[in-house]
């Protein structure tokens, strides 16, 4: 056997490695063909890395994979025929290749040039080779590590790819997305435990901070239309609830924003209601707004590089650009390296000057993203507008590798300055090595807002059309405390948030940051309740020694309200924060009659939910979230509800397609 093998691994692993590749040529032989390619950009033959590649046939999605880092795709096991492959890349249009023939027990290579979002027909290079039979004398084998997770409704996968190196140059077969950088993904999110239900006798009191930021949305939509479902700690399902306005009413009294609370029954489990909070932000008309103070901070790092980072930057700011007016000022810095001032505190009328700057931008070099930091808030300070709108708008992939870099040292950068009066947004760009933690770290503890632009569309709707919620803040600190009355509710469960949760007695100390509300945004918060006289238990503690919980439930046996919300906020300049006070009282409604702003969010929270597995998820389906989206649409003039529901549906293919495998 050794004189026929030359292995360098032990024995019983190689055969274990060749067992399953033969066993993956094999189903490929049995009648089956595959379709391997490369996606590369025609204006410079570079790769584009995760561009979605798809099969279909009768309009029907058959299989799909996205490219690797070298751009590179392999999709396996498909039946002979003629097909439509569809090619998907931020910044491109939707490409549809027709006829595309695949054979039995053949590979088909389908190599695809983009030019500026259009693909032309002699660009394509179609060509076929039989698949190989491996021996077992030709190959060494290596095991490679990847980190890439896919997540189900009913199951969490950890797929392992296998590649395989040759010892000739003759030898074939390859695992879909072979690539040996594979394990070089270094994207990173933060760690975030759900939320369980909380006894209301033990623990009566729920207290976090309000989220503006919407980033999670646009980059789960970054992988789903990748052809995968994102990590699990990619997904905050109350930054997806937020990342659309709902149908509040405008403030009427002195508080810049109003409040709106209802119950009804929680969609996906019917023993259970759901709690819906509402808070609408004073809605501001653009040519009101005050006069801005802005600084462009721009990672031009080498990891800035791909289409879909510094170029897609310079495209999202001179949509920004366009909109700013004599009054307003754009200050420019860059880092890599090192940092520096690319365009000093301009009038926003001079768009050509603005933007002949911005276009000049190339990528190179390391990144030193705290030095860009500081740079930047000593440009918005000397070039400060009393009663205007002082923000640095911070555009990277988070990737900081020089100076002050870890989430610790940048916390305590960014908490000195934000006292300053400068407020801090972050746009978040590009994958692969994306540090979301980093971001939403930079905007929470700057007084700011946090959001990721995968594409032109998400950079309008950013930075145009919710650009007085963006860029102008009405309230800052915002917390939110509430009371849940024991003789009602025996146990709750906040939907998200676990990164805004507060200790209670943070609620009346002034000197504990919180989140930030802008003209127009809508803020909503969802909790899952369980009342009194469920059959179902609330949680359960070891009794109190030195409280009388009988006595505290009795005092409250009497009183209509379920419970106390309390507001906390700050004027954008204040110290003192002001207290606002409502009680939710009365009889839930049925889900039919609730209103679509309740019937949406639970819809969002319910896909939340399903994408990231969770154990509170009970009898949560795509199906239900599909109806409950399409029922509760409403005016969407942006489009932006229709999209949800889109992604709803490719999700549940993508789910599917796992389960069949």
Same mark, same amino acid.
């Given at each position: ?24 040529? +094999? ?23 995760? @561009?979605?590649?798809?099969?279909? #046939?009768? &309009? ?14 392999? /999709? ?39 030019? =500026? ?30 980190? $890439? ?29 072979? !690539?040996?950088? &594979? ?41 789903? $239309? ?15 609830? $937020?990342?659309?306005?709902? &149908? ?36 501001? #008309? ?49 880092? @890599? ?27 190179? =070099? ?18 400060? /507008?009393?009663?205007?709108? %002082? ?16 989430? =610790? ?31 939403? !770290? ?12 995968? %594409? ?24 939110? #405390? +509430?009371?849940? %009355? ?69 005092? *409250? ?35 039919? *009659? ?41 005016? &969407? ?7 949800? /529901? ?7 293919? #993508? ?7």
């Amino acid at each position: 056997m050794n004189s026929f093998i030359k292995l360098r691994q032990p024995l019983p692993f190689v055969l274990i490695i060749i067992l399953l590749l033969s066993f993956n040529i +094999l189903s490929a032989q049995n009648g089956l063909g595959i379709l391997k390619g490369k996606v590369t950009d025609k204006s410079n033959n570079d790769p584009l890395p995760f @561009a979605n590649v798809i099969i279909l #046939q009768a &309009d029907s999605q058959i299989a799909g994979t996205s490219t690797d880092f070298d751009g590179k795709y392999s /999709i396996q096991k498909i039946k002979p025929g003629k097909y439509t492959v569809k090619v998907n890349f931020v910044g491109y249009q939707n490409n549809l290749i027709k006829g595309v023939l695949l054979s039995a027990e053949k590979i088909t290579y389908l190599n695809i040039k983009l030019d =500026g979002g259009s693909v032309q027909l002699e660009e394509f290079v179609i060509k076929e080779k039989p698949l190989p039979i491996i021996s077992r004398d030709e190959v060494s084998l290596s095991v490679v590590k990847v980190s $890439n997770m896919r997540h189900s409704a009913n199951s969490s996968k950890q797929r392992r790819r296998i590649s395989k190196k040759s010892k000739h140059k003759s030898s074939g077969y390859y695992a879909p997305m072979e !690539t040996k950088r &594979d394990n070089l993904n270094t994207e990173a999110y933060a760690h975030n435990a759900e939320n369980n239900f909380k006894n209301t006798k033990s623990t009566p009191l729920s207290t976090f901070s309000i989220d503006v930021d919407a980033a999670s949305y646009s980059n789960m939509r970054r992988f789903i $239309n990748n052809g995968q479902n994102p990590p699990i700690d990619a997904v905050r399902i109350e930054e997806m609830i $937020n990342y659309f306005s709902y &149908d509040y009413p405008q403030p009427k009294g002195e508080d810049p924003f109003s409040i709106t609370t209802e119950m009804s029954d929680c969609p996906w489990n019917k023993k259970h209601k759901l709690i819906h909070i509402g808070l609408q932000g004073e809605k501001i #008309q653009t040519d009101k707004l005050p006069a801005s103070n802005l600084v462009f901070l721009l990672d031009v790092s080498g990891s800035m590089s791909s289409p879909n980072k510094l170029p897609l930057l310079k495209k999202s700011f001179g949509l920004l650009v366009k909109n700013l007016t004599e009054k307003d000022r754009v200050a420019i810095v860059v880092y @890599a390296g090192a940092a520096g001032v690319v365009l000093e505190s301009t009038p926003g009328n001079q768009k050509e000057k603005i933007m002949n700057s911005l276009n000049r931008l190339d990528a190179g =070099g390391s990144t030193a993203g705290g030095a860009g930091i500081k740079l930047a808030y000593k440009i918005a300070m000397n070039n400060l /507008i009393e009663e205007g709108n %002082n923000r640095i708008i911070l555009a990277t992939d988070g990737d900081f590798n020089v100076g002050a870099s870890s989430d =610790g040292e940048m916390t305590r950068l960014i908490e000195k300055k934000r006292e300053s009066g400068v407020f801090l947004t972050c746009l978040g760009f590009g994958m692969g090595n994306y540090k979301d933690s980093k971001m939403e !770290t930079l905007a929470d503890k700057g007084n700011g807002n946090y959001a990721y632009i995968d %594409n032109i569309l998400e950079a309008k709707k950013v930075l145009v059309t919710e650009m007085g919620g963006t860029m102008h803040t009405i309230a800052k600190d915002v917390k939110l #405390q +509430l009371e849940f %009355n024991p003789a009602k509710i025996i146990s709750y469960k906040l939907i998200g948030y676990e990164n805004r949760l507060l200790n209670d007695e943070d609620f009346n100390d002034d000197t504990k940051d919180a989140g930030e509300l802008g003209a127009g945004h809508t803020v909503t918060a969802l909790y899952e309740v369980v009342l009194k006289g469920s059959p179902e238990n609330a949680p359960t503690v070891d009794p109190l020694r030195y409280q009388n919980n009988q006595q505290a439930e009795s005092s *409250k046996s009497t009183s209509k309200e379920l419970l106390t919300v309390k507001f906390r906020y700050k004027t954008p300049k204040g110290k003192k924060s002001k207290l606002i006070v409502r009680h939710l009282t009365g009889k839930p409604v049925s889900l039919n *009659k609730s209103s679509a702003n309740f019937r949406f969010s639970a819809a969002v929270a319910e896909f939340g939910l399903l994408l990231r597995n969770s154990k509170h998820k009970a009898k949560a389906s795509y199906e239900q979230v599909i109806e409950l989206a399409k029922n509760s649409k409403g005016i &969407d003039n942006h489009g932006y509800r229709a999209e949800f /529901i889109r992604l709803v549906e490719m999700s549940e293919m #993508q789910a599917s397609a796992l389960l069949d495998e």
